[in-house]
């Protein structure tokens, strides 16, 4: 791994700034054999695309993607496949005045001060636009694992935005692609679309937090110490933009439990395999999969541009007060979702190929 | 990184059993002519030692380090640094019905299933034992941040152990070293000093939240997307036995705010540097660092060996009750503080040499 | 490292196949404030070009490069760099025959046998074209070259064609680029001519060996063991297309000497520096260099695509026999030059930022 | 990979230092339940220690070697196996020259160069002694290709040594074990011995080719670009201490060769698989094995440590003339057969699990 680039096997280097000519993903070690096209990825990039709905930014990107090398005749070659975005629709001028302050909470003073110099034009590479080639990356992640692991599915949504949580008793996964928040809950994604309104017409923005959840993964995942199942994916959540923190399973919750409580029991299911009576651990431990759903849990910070002016400085160390004009998420966790499905994707295929090369894939048995 | 390495150019593969002849790490990538001995690196290992008081196993061991290559005449040389420490505490017996069965909440299960086979005496690679090769690691990374950032010094703390939380407004630095629990606050060290031996007593066990802030960090350390900092420290935090979530700043909570209240608004400092006036961030902007504080918290679990039956299944398949004798942690949080300011060390050393490496650690000037 | 990445810093994934819309580099690493445009490629990709003789391929491509990102008013960022080379002259009915038969001596059969299909347009991934994105990648090292360490350069030409080698004693650096072969010797660059005619005349193809020199190469790149600076080049150099044999300094013939006559001696210089009286060594003693010029040479098989027919069999698992019409070179020796260079260029940055992030560019003094 | 590792997914990390209290291999990523003990792995160790014959460093070192984690029971458990072999034959005192002045043709100075300082004792981590860790590891390598290829041998030989060559005419396999040179040519043997002895009676020592050929490796090992099989043999070749030269095949000869002599031509064989008539290429298109022998060669420059008076410089920059004492190999390459050996047994089962990794181990069929 390295400064652009993750995963072990299947290994995905993003590049690309907001405003400059395009942006994308370079994807290596994907198994040859796999069936993929530019609508396959289309589909879950048009998810992610902003614009849709009043609570994403009203930037108009089509966000097509090309597949420029790596497939032939529908399939992959497993060669290096290369996804490209053409960037369409770059208004530099609205960016202006983040040329010379640093919006405060925001990558422009840390770009500054490591490099020297930084495209400001929409944030650069700094931009949450370079999530979507994590999308489309993930799109052939998604097209892999439903080659090797027929029955695998991963579901993003929403737990929280601002103080609102989900009430668990209501979840109902079918509302998911209902309503413009990814949220499991009719009533909640009407109370949210209110309260989200009030944030984005009073000029601020609110932070949010995803649940990433794949059933069906197998057994066996994952290895010991930096190899392990839930630091990859604890890696990939905390690389995507604005979040701030990352949890398996009960996460932070798991202090306050006593160990009789957080003992996943095991029982023999009627299919001969382990039957679990409940998932504290998330479906992974000591670094390894369980075959239990694996859960992941991603807080997202409030969007840091914003209507209302906040202190900050300048290149040439001049006190100001900054307003961020523009078009910007008033949540830019909702447009995470997808990224957090597409970085489980990533990461599930990784350590299914790093499996299958250390052990064959081959299982201990029991009974 | 590999599954037993962590790092990018200060690489730490650690290796070992609980209960086979030595375990260490192998570290690579050490600046030449850093002072280290075997006293330096003693001095955490004792910090983190099992048996030291009746909350931590009593197991006794002298966990005794030597350093078997890498220094010559008491300096690194640049080449692999080899750490090793032999386990001289080995009671294989008390292990004997571990073998048959599963335990509840550890990676028994999952190692039987991912390699066929597992070394069962205490937990084999999965055991907590294992950190103690990451402290020993983490004294060489301390040694070397201190000939290169002086002034930076690392801080771990518990904050919460169970459902007691501190009191940030009774924080006491001083009190620390204090107590058994690395508890910044002496009125909470009383009460949870009770609280747990209520557990132990019980034959139960509890889980905890350890933060770990880092001072006089240079701004600028970190890259975009997979070579972020948070994303390295997340990586670096997860990875350790029993952890199940990890915080940057504001963590989980940073879902709850708002833009305007989440903006670290910056001012210029009386020493011409920019001065931020709150540290909502936790010292990470755009995966670099800001020069602030860095602050990471991660919770651990409960551990999974307690006195208390329960349900779980044997290699064979059979349904039983297991109780875990021997001698464990009631609270394997306390141990977890020593590691955690291990991997900070190690994630920030490894930075600090990754961004010389690209940029020659040369700042972009404000004002 | 991985499948289609080199480099530890500096890291280089070339993508792209022979006849898809378009190959490119994506450069990982590169230290920000470097001045690069793409002219400046182009410079060094228009050398590479072919269809600029009879001795190279006829195909007519201009082989524009564009820089998509990393580049910001004329300076890198420091964040991912891609070129992209649309392919403008893809005549895929040349190859229908190649869709069925294997060519001898070519990947046609092992891409099959490993991936159980191959886009066979051209050779697809296999093909010498994936050489133009190593040329791009090279110019931006030579750019960050040129700002880290002025005086540093980079020479490479031909030594041997077929049977016929060069004369060391009218070695004459200005004449390398006078001639289509890079061969340092007019002379040679004549009889090499009509030798090549010949053979091309005739259907038939031939091999070569180049020499890639660094001069200014600064004391004290690359480390033990595999980050040697030899390894990296060997590897980098037998990366190549058709590459079967690489050499340091004097090569496959060190084994001829004597300890006595292969110890390069040393004296002190008149500017107080080490003063090596020979270069057996190529530049490099225990993986590291000693500020000498880098040597290295690297013999290139002759085409596999040949007028002659050659027994094969077919996908099929039939025999037969094959002649491969299209444009190819008589000599892809002659192409490999330029990539030499840029393999050396990619590899000295390289160790160049690993050596600056380990040791921070201090060396050890003499005297 | 990185600076004292090799590998993708069998990874191996050498330690320690000639006359350090001990050294030795990390290695991970190893298949789970391979058998593996250490009496087979001295074995190997066995065939490569010095002081068997006057032809190599009459150091007397046991050179035993402990396994000290990664295995139970006798099988390996998939976590990080650490191979430590003692030094116990640590004569220190002389080495007292050479702490001063630099040894012509040697890492000395380039180590002083880089680190500012170096452990003089013997070499310390530029010494041969470094590759006992690596014919340990390759031990380890042995032992899971035995288990997933049957039938796949390697076999190493000194083909040249000096200005004498083996005539293959002659070439009898069963004399490779007979002999101190490993030469399979028992007429040879006898003269190379009288050319040795007179070299080393001179105070003065010689080169070598070393030869090691695989046979039954699998079609399909090996990837584009940068894990070509070839690339990672010529990087692990090229690692070895005073490797010049690597040959895939024909190697550098290749040059010499018409397209029309190269191609390796194809029939179909009895046993319904391509059959091919010659083998230039050494069992490598593309990068990718092609089932036939995977052949390799390497040139080893002469001992630099040497009784013969040479011109050199000491710490101080004082100009000297140095006799280097001690216990030296008149042809270090003799010690290089079986590490040659062991490189291309962790090469060959590092691809072999990659290739498992990301295809699945399926072949293209043919026919």
């Not at 992610?48 to 992959?76: C, H, M, W």
């Not at 959840?213 to 839930?230: I, R, T």
Request: aromatic share 6%; glycine share 14%.
């Amino acid at each position: 791994m390295s400064l652009n680039t993750f995963g072990h096997l299947f290994r995905v280097t993003t590049w690309g700034e907001s405003h400059g000519p395009a942006l994308g993903a370079t994807v290596d070690g994907c198994p040859p054999g796999v069936a993929v096209d530019e609508a396959m990825l289309q589909h879950w990039l048009d998810r992610r695309k902003p614009g849709q709905n009043k609570y994403t930014t009203q930037r108009q990107e089509p966000d097509q993607v090309r597949i420029l090398s790596g497939a032939f005749g529908g399939l992959t070659t497993g060669t290096p496949i290369q996804l490209m975005i053409e960037n369409t629709d770059q208004r530099s001028k609205d960016y202006g005045e983040i040329a010379q302050a640093f919006r405060p909470g925001h990558a422009d003073i840390t770009y500054h001060q490591k490099y020297g110099l930084r495209d400001y034009r929409g944030g650069g590479r700094s931009s949450a636009r370079e999530t979507a080639a994590r999308v489309a990356a993930g799109g052939v992640a998604r097209a892999a694992l439903a080659a090797l692991v027929p029955g695998l599915s991963i579901t993003g949504y929403m737990v929280q935005i601002g103080p609102h949580r989900i009430d668990r008793a209501r979840f109902d996964a079918t509302q998911i692609d209902q309503n413009p928040f990814w949220v499991p809950d009719a009533q909640a994604a009407t109370e949210w679309a209110t309260y989200l309104d009030g944030v984005r017409k009073s000029g601020n923005s609110v932070g949010a937090v995803i649940e990433v959840v794949a059933s069906g993964v197998p057994a066996g995942l994952g290895a010991p110490v930096y190899g392990k199942l839930d630091t990859d994916l604890a890696a990939a959540m905390m690389s995507i933009n604005a979040v701030k923190g990352v949890e398996i399973g009960d996460g932070m919750a798991a202090a306050e439990l006593t160990g009789v409580d957080n003992a996943d029991e095991i029982r023999m299911g009627n299919d001969g395999k382990p039957l679990f009576l409940s998932n504290h651990a998330g479906g992974i431990l000591g670094g390894i999969s369980t075959g239990q759903d694996v859960v992941v849990r991603f807080a997202v910070k409030p969007t840091s541009s914003i209507l209302t002016p906040r202190r900050t400085i300048t290149v040439e160390g001049k006190e100001t007060d900054l307003i961020t004009k523009g078009r910007h998420d008033p949540c830019v966790g909702i447009r995470a979702v997808p990224v957090g499905e597409a970085m489980m994707a990533c990461v599930l295929l990784d350590h299914l190929l790093l499996d299958r090369g250390q052990t064959g894939g081959i299982r201990g048995q029991i009974g």
